[in-house]
C-alpha cells in the first residue's frame, strides 16, 4: 500500500512545488495561473453541458456560457433545466472562489506590498542639493531639530546652494513607523517631520547611498554611531567616507560637502585621507572633553555654552563677510556693531580658514575676513554708519583679577566612558594650573590605570584610581565628596544602554545631594557638581536643582547641524574650546574696575575690549538671568554679585 502511494505523494508534491515557484515569481505569473485555472474550469463547464445543448456545433459557444456563469452570479436564474443548472450552480461556485477570490486576494497582496516597500524607504530619491543624515543615532533628532530651527541659516545655505526649499533625507538601517513618530514627537520638529524623506540602508552599501542620491547633496552629516567604544564608532565613520569616495560617478563629478564626527582626535588624520571632496571633520571626545573640563573650571559655563553652540535659544554664532568695516581695526569694527557683540575673525588660508577670537584691539580687518559674533539673529549684524563711539578719553578696563589657576584643584570623577581620558588629555594640557583627580569605577582600576599610562602626557597630573561601586552610600560617603572642589558624574559604557547608563548617572547625583547637605554642616562651600548624560529627557527630571547638566549628544549635534550649514564655524568652535587659546569666561564684577561706571552695555564692551578682552554678556545672579549679547544701549544694572560672561585669555 505505502509503495502504490509513493509516486502519487511524489506527483502531488510536484505539483505543489510547481505551483509554489510559479506565485513566488510575482503578481504576473499569479494572474497568469489564475487565469489559467478560469480557462480550464470555463472548458469543463462547456464540455459537461455540450451534450444538453440543442446546436452541439457550436463549442466556444457553450465555452462562453460556462465563463459567464463563473464570472457572473446574475445568469443563475436564466438557465433552463436540471443539469444546465447543476452545472451553472458549481460554475457560479467556482467563480465566487477562483475569479474573485483569488484575484481580489492576489491584487489585496500585490497592493500591501507595494505600500510596506514604500513604507520602508526602499524607492531611491530624485532630488538636487538635498541634505542627507547617513544613520540614525541620538545626534539624528538634535541634527534635524537644529537645521530646522535655524530658518534663516538654512535660508542662506538654500541661497548659497540656488535651490529653492529645504529637502532633508535620512538614512537608516531600516526604516520603521517608529522613526516616523519620533521625528514627530520631537518638539524642535513636530509636524514638519512628516516632510523628512527617510529611507533603509547602510552608508557602507553603494546602493544605498545612490538611493538617498549622494553626490547630488548639498551637504551629507555622518553622526557617530549612539554607542560603543569610541573605536568601533570611528571604524564606522571612515568606512562610510570611503564609500562616498569610491562611488564609481565620483570620477566624472565633484564629491558632496561632507561633515563627519570623528569621537577619537587621533582618527582625524586617517578620516582625512578617506575622503577626497570637502569635508569638515567634528572631533566629538576632544570638544566634549573641552566642555567638562572647562564647566569644571569655571562653574556656570553650561548655561552659557547651551545657548551659544544652539540655534534655537537665546543668541547664537555667526559669521559674516567683513563687508563695509574692510580696513578698520577691531577695536573701530567693533563699534560700529549696536546690536551683536564682534569676537573675533576667520581668516581664510588657502582652503582652510585661520579663527582669530579676541583679537589685539588695533587688529586690521582685511577684506576677505570673515568677522565672528555673537547675536541674536542674523539681521542684527548691520554696521552702522553713524554708530555713536565712546569718547577716546574713556579709560581702558583690564582684568585684574585673578583665574582659576591658582593651587591646586581637586576632582572627582564618578564613572567611566571614553572621554574620561581625553578630559585628563585636557586637565594635562594647562600648563598654568593643577589639578589632582580621583577616578571611581567599578571598572578594574588596574586596566585604567593600564589605559592612562598609554597617555604619556597624564604624567603631570595626579590621578587616583578607586574600584568601587559609587551608587552605594557607605561607598559614596568614604570618599568624602565634600572635600573636593568639583565632582563630576559621567554616563558609564560599561553598561549596555543610554538609559541604564543615565539612570545610574541620576541615581548616584540623588544621593549626592543627599550626602553634601550632611557633610556640609561644618563647611562653607560646596563643590561644583556637573552631570553628563545621554538623554534630553532626563535633565529635565534635575530641573530646579544645584547641579549642572550637560547633555553631550545633543551639544555635539548642534555643532555638526550648524557646520553644515555654515563652514566656517567649525574652526570658531574649535577655537573657542582650545585650552591654549581665547575661551569663555564667567568673572566677577569686581575683576573689571571701573565697569560699574558705565552707563550702558555699549560703553562697558568698549572700555573691556580696549583692556584687551570681549565683554560678551552679563550673568545677574539675582534672579538667575543671562543676558548674551544685549544692545548697545541697554542698561548694565550691575551689582557686586553679577558676573561678566568675557572671552578672554585665561592668563588674562
Given at each position: 500500500?505505502?509503495?502504490?502511494?509513493?509516486?502519487?505523494?511524489?506527483?502531488?508534491?510536484?505539483?505543489?512545488?510547481?505551483?509554489?515557484?510559479?506565485?513566488?515569481?510575482?503578481?504576473?505569473?499569479?494572474?497568469?495561473?489564475?487565469?489559467?485555472?478560469?480557462?480550464?474550469?470555463?472548458?469543463?463547464?462547456?464540455?459537461?453541458?455540450?451534450?444538453?445543448?440543442?446546436?452541439?456545433?457550436?463549442?466556444?459557444?457553450?465555452?462562453?456560457?460556462?465563463?459567464?456563469?463563473?464570472?457572473?452570479?446574475?445568469?443563475?436564474?436564466?438557465?433552463?433545466?436540471?443539469?444546465?443548472?447543476?452545472?451553472?450552480?458549481?460554475?457560479?461556485?467556482?467563480?465566487?472562489?477562483?475569479?474573485?477570490?483569488?484575484?481580489?486576494?492576489?491584487?489585496?497582496?500585490?497592493?500591501?506590498?507595494?505600500?510596506?516597500?514604500?513604507?520602508?524607504?526602499?524607492?531611491?530619491?530624485?532630488?538636487?542639493?538635498?541634505?542627507?543624515?547617513?544613520?540614525?543615532?541620538?545626534?539624528?533628532?538634535?541634527?534635524?531639530?537644529?537645521?530646522?530651527?535655524?530658518?534663516?541659516?538654512?535660508?542662506?545655505?538654500?541661497?548659497?546652494?540656488?535651490?529653492?526649499?529645504?529637502?532633508?533625507?535620512?538614512?537608516?538601517?531600516?526604516?520603521?513607523?517608529?522613526?516616523?513618530?519620533?521625528?514627530?514627537?520631537?518638539?524642535?520638529?513636530?509636524?514638519?517631520?512628516?516632510?523628512?524623506?527617510?529611507?533603509s540602508g547602510t552608508p557602507l552599501a553603494l546602493d544605498d547611498l545612490e538611493r538617498v542620491d549622494s553626490l547630488n547633496a548639498a551637504a551629507i552629516i555622518v553622526p557617530s554611531a549612539?554607542?560603543?567604544?569610541?573605536?568601533?564608532?570611528?571604524?564606522?565613520?571612515?568606512?562610510?567616507?570611503?564609500?562616498?569616495?569610491?562611488?564609481?560617478?565620483?570620477?566624472?563629478?565633484?564629491?558632496?560637502?561632507?561633515?563627519?564626527?570623528?569621537?577619537?582626535?587621533?582618527?582625524?588624520?586617517?578620516?582625512?585621507?578617506?575622503?577626497?571632496?570637502?569635508?569638515?571633520?567634528?572631533?566629538?571626545?576632544?570638544?566634549?572633553?573641552?566642555?567638562?573640563?572647562?564647566?569644571?573650571?569655571?562653574?556656570?559655563?553650561?548655561?552659557?555654552?547651551?545657548?551659544?553652540?544652539?540655534?534655537?535659544?537665546?543668541?547664537?554664532?555667526?559669521?559674516?563677510?567683513?563687508?563695509?568695516?574692510?580696513?578698520?581695526?577691531?577695536?573701530?569694527?567693533?563699534?560700529?556693531?549696536?546690536?551683536?557683540?564682534?569676537?573675533?575673525?576667520?581668516?581664510?588660508?588657502?582652503?582652510?580658514?585661520?579663527?582669530?577670537?579676541?583679537?589685539?584691539?588695533?587688529?586690521?580687518?582685511?577684506?576677505?575676513?570673515?568677522?565672528?559674533?555673537?547675536?541674536?539673529?542674523?539681521?542684527?549684524?548691520?554696521?552702522?554708519?553713524?554708530?555713536?563711539?565712546?569718547?577716546?578719553?574713556?579709560?581702558?578696563?583690564?582684568?585684574?583679577?585673578?583665574?582659576?589657576?591658582?593651587?591646586?584643584?581637586?576632582?572627582?570623577?564618578?564613572?567611566?566612558?571614553?572621554?574620561?581620558?581625553?578630559?585628563?588629555?585636557?586637565?594635562?594640557?594647562?600648563?598654568?594650573?593643577?589639578?589632582?583627580?580621583?577616578?571611581?569605577?567599578?571598572?578594574?582600576?588596574?586596566?585604567?590605570e593600564a589605559m592612562c599610562e598609554g597617555e604619556g602626557s597624564l604624567a603631570a597630573l595626579a590621578i587616583r584610581h578607586v574600584e568601587a561601586d559609587y551608587v552605594l552610600e557607605d561607598?559614596?560617603?568614604?570618599?568624602?565628596?565634600?572635600?573636593?572642589?568639583?565632582?563630576?558624574?559621567?554616563?558609564?559604557?560599561?553598561?549596555?544602554?543610554?538609559?541604564?547608563?543615565?539612570?545610574?548617572?541620576?541615581?548616584?547625583?540623588?544621593?549626592?545631594?543627599?550626602?553634601?547637605?550632611?557633610?556640609?554642616?561644618?563647611?562653607?562651600?560646596?563643590?561644583?557638581?556637573?552631570?553628563?548624560?545621554?538623554?534630553?529627557?532626563?535633565?529635565?527630571?534635575?530641573?530646579?536643582?544645584?547641579?549642572?547638566?550637560?547633555?553631550?549628544?545633543?551639544?555635539?549635534?548642534?555643532?555638526?547641524?550648524?557646520?553644515?550649514?555654515?563652514?566656517?564655524?567649525?574652526?570658531?568652535?574649535?577655537?573657542?574650546?582650545?585650552?591654549?587659546?581665547?575661551?569663555?569666561?564667567?568673572?566677577?564684577?569686581?575683576?573689571?574696575?571701573?565697569?560699574?561706571?558705565?552707563?550702558?552695555?555699549?560703553?562697558?564692551?568698549?572700555?573691556?575690549?580696549?583692556?584687551?578682552?570681549?565683554?560678551?554678556?552679563?550673568?545677574?545672579?539675582?534672579?538667575?538671568?543671562?543676558?548674551?549679547?544685549?544692545?548697545?544701549?541697554?542698561?548694565?544694572?550691575?551689582?557686586?554679585?553679577?558676573?561678566?560672561?568675557?572671552?578672554?585669555?585665561?592668563?588674562?
Amino acid at each position: 500500500m505505502a509503495r502504490s502511494q509513493f509516486p502519487r505523494l511524489r506527483l502531488l508534491n510536484r505539483l505543489q512545488f510547481t505551483l509554489e515557484r510559479l506565485f513566488v515569481r510575482g503578481v504576473s505569473f499569479q494572474l497568469l495561473l489564475v487565469a489559467g485555472l478560469i480557462g480550464l474550469i470555463s472548458l469543463i463547464g462547456g464540455a459537461l453541458v455540450l451534450p444538453v445543448t440543442a446546436d452541439a456545433g457550436h463549442f466556444g459557444e457553450v465555452v462562453w456560457w460556462a465563463f459567464l456563469r463563473l464570472s457572473d452570479p446574475g445568469y443563475l436564474g436564466d438557465d433552463e433545466g436540471a443539469w444546465r443548472r447543476i452545472v451553472s450552480t458549481i460554475l457560479t461556485v467556482a467563480g465566487y472562489v477562483v475569479f474573485l477570490g483569488a484575484l481580489v486576494a492576489i491584487l489585496t497582496q500585490w497592493l500591501n506590498t507595494r505600500m510596506r516597500r514604500l513604507e520602508s524607504g526602499l524607492t531611491p530619491v530624485a532630488t538636487r542639493n538635498h541634505i542627507v543624515v547617513l544613520g540614525w543615532s541620538n545626534r539624528t533628532l538634535p541634527i534635524v531639530g537644529e537645521i530646522l530651527q535655524s530658518e534663516g541659516r538654512v535660508r542662506r545655505f538654500l541661497l548659497r546652494q540656488h535651490a529653492s526649499r529645504l529637502r532633508l533625507v535620512v538614512l537608516c538601517d531600516e526604516v520603521t513607523a517608529w522613526h516616523a513618530q519620533a521625528l514627530r514627537d520631537d518638539p524642535a520638529i513636530g509636524a514638519r517631520g512628516r516632510h523628512i524623506v527617510l529611507r533603509s540602508g547602510t552608508p557602507l552599501a553603494l546602493d544605498d547611498l545612490e538611493r538617498v542620491d549622494s553626490l547630488n547633496a548639498a551637504a551629507i552629516i555622518v553622526p557617530s554611531a549612539s554607542t560603543g567604544a569610541s573605536t568601533s564608532a570611528d571604524v564606522a565613520t571612515i568606512k562610510a567616507l570611503l564609500s562616498l569616495s569610491s562611488h564609481p560617478a565620483a570620477a566624472l563629478r565633484p564629491l558632496p560637502y561632507v561633515v563627519a564626527e570623528i569621537q577619537d582626535q587621533r582618527k582625524v588624520a586617517v578620516a582625512r585621507r578617506a575622503y577626497r571632496g570637502p569635508l569638515e571633520l567634528v572631533s566629538g571626545n576632544s570638544l566634549i572633553s573641552r566642555l567638562l573640563a572647562q564647566n569644571l573650571r569655571n562653574a556656570g559655563l553650561s548655561r552659557v555654552y547651551g545657548e551659544l553652540l544652539s540655534h534655537q535659544v537665546g543668541a547664537g554664532v555667526f559669521v559674516r563677510e567683513a563687508g563695509s568695516v574692510a580696513g578698520s581695526t577691531f577695536l573701530a569694527a567693533a563699534a560700529r556693531y549696536r546690536r551683536a557683540v564682534l569676537c573675533g575673525l576667520v581668516r581664510p588660508r588657502g582652503e582652510v580658514f585661520e579663527p582669530i577670537l579676541n583679537p589685539a584691539p588695533d587688529t586690521p580687518i582685511g577684506a576677505d575676513d570673515r568677522l565672528v559674533f555673537v547675536a541674536h539673529d542674523y539681521d542684527d549684524i548691520v554696521p552702522q554708519a553713524g554708530a555713536p563711539v565712546p569718547p577716546a578719553e574713556a579709560a581702558p578696563i583690564r582684568h585684574a583679577g585673578a583665574d582659576a589657576g591658582e593651587g591646586v584643584r581637586r576632582v572627582l570623577v564618578l564613572g567611566w566612558n571614553f572621554r574620561v581620558l581625553a578630559l585628563l588629555a585636557e586637565f594635562a594640557s594647562y600648563d598654568d594650573e593643577r589639578f589632582d583627580v580621583t577616578l571611581v569605577s567599578m571598572i578594574s582600576a588596574r586596566s585604567r590605570e593600564a589605559m592612562c599610562e598609554g597617555e604619556g602626557s597624564l604624567a603631570a597630573l595626579a590621578i587616583r584610581h578607586v574600584e568601587a561601586d559609587y551608587v552605594l552610600e557607605d561607598v559614596l560617603r568614604g570618599l568624602d565628596p565634600a572635600s573636593y572642589d568639583n565632582v563630576l558624574l559621567v554616563s558609564s559604557e560599561r553598561l549596555n544602554s543610554e538609559e541604564e547608563a543615565d539612570a545610574r548617572a541620576v541615581m548616584a547625583y540623588l544621593l549626592l545631594e543627599a550626602l553634601l547637605e550632611d557633610q556640609l554642616e561644618d563647611r562653607n562651600t560646596p563643590p561644583d557638581v556637573l552631570l553628563e548624560i545621554q538623554d534630553p529627557d532626563n535633565a529635565l527630571l534635575l530641573a530646579g536643582r544645584p547641579v549642572e547638566v550637560m547633555v553631550s549628544p545633543k551639544l555635539l549635534a548642534h555643532i555638526v547641524a550648524q557646520v553644515a550649514l555654515r563652514r566656517e564655524l567649525r574652526v570658531v568652535f574649535d577655537a573657542l574650546l582650545m585650552s591654549d587659546g581665547p575661551e569663555v569666561m564667567l568673572r566677577r564684577v569686581e575683576d573689571y574696575p571701573g565697569v560699574l561706571d558705565c552707563p550702558d552695555f555699549g560703553a562697558a564692551a568698549y572700555r573691556i575690549r580696549q583692556g584687551g578682552d570681549t565683554l560678551v554678556g552679563i550673568h545677574h545672579r539675582d534672579g538667575d538671568v543671562l543676558r548674551l549679547s544685549p544692545p548697545a544701549d541697554a542698561p548694565c544694572a550691575l551689582s557686586g554679585d553679577d558676573r561678566l560672561v568675557v572671552l578672554a585669555t585665561a592668563a588674562g
